[in-house]
């Protein structure tokens, strides 16, 4: 086989694809990409040819598919290291903050699904999606190198994965720290995710208004 095809869904909605994408397109890495339509008929049959996980994203390579957005950005970054910090202390935070996304947040996550078409309003919020908001400036605080405007001074895979958080707390006006708001504003303004977004506001899949 030749290049890696990743498999995404819709632009607009899929936060776990919109990480590896990010970290391939940082790396340089040359990939197809294929997109697979979230809640329609025929998506978990797609959806199950490419992995038993039933979900996206899912990288084809020659030596087999790899499911899980944080797998394929490993993937990515044994190819292209410096998709880590160099430094081994910080690269075990720049992986520690990473998992802590992946595998928390969970108010914050249901209660604020990313769309990248919503209309940018407030919305009403339980006591522990706020709380999440508040953890999440924590971390972002407690781990801030100051070398630079991404986390670890350069842009790493821990800045993939809080870039789907940064629409999130723009498209929900979510009120932030001063040195949150200019973190989000600087993933924001990332011309590779603004690629991605540009993208996300021409599809015409119906999605739930949030
Ligand atoms: N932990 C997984 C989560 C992947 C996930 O939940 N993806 C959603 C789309 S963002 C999905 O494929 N859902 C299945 C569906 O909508 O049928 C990862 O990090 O890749």
Known sequence: MSRPVLHIGNKRLSTWSL????????????????????????TRDQLLALSPAATVPVLETADGNVWDSLA????????????????AALRARARAIAASMHSGFSALRSELPMDLQREHTAKDMSVACWADIERMQALWAH????????????????????????????TY???????????????????VYNDWHAAARLETWDAPRH
């Open 143 to 170: 781990v801030k190198t100051g070398d630079g405007p991404f986390l670890f001074g350069e842009w790493s895979i821990a800045d993939a994965f809080f870039t789907p958080v940064a629409t999130r707390f723009e």
């Open 173 to 191: 006006c979510v009120p932030l720290s001063t040195d949150a708001a200019a973190y989000v504003k600087t993933l924001l303004a990332d011309p």
């Open 19 to 42: 990480r590896p994408w990010l970290a391939l397109k940082k790396a340089g890495i040359d990939f197809g990409e294929h997109l697979i339509p979230l809640d329609q008929e025929e």
């Open 72 to 87: 394929i950005c490993e993937w990515a970054a044994e190819q292209a290291p410096s998709l880590w910090p160099e430094d």
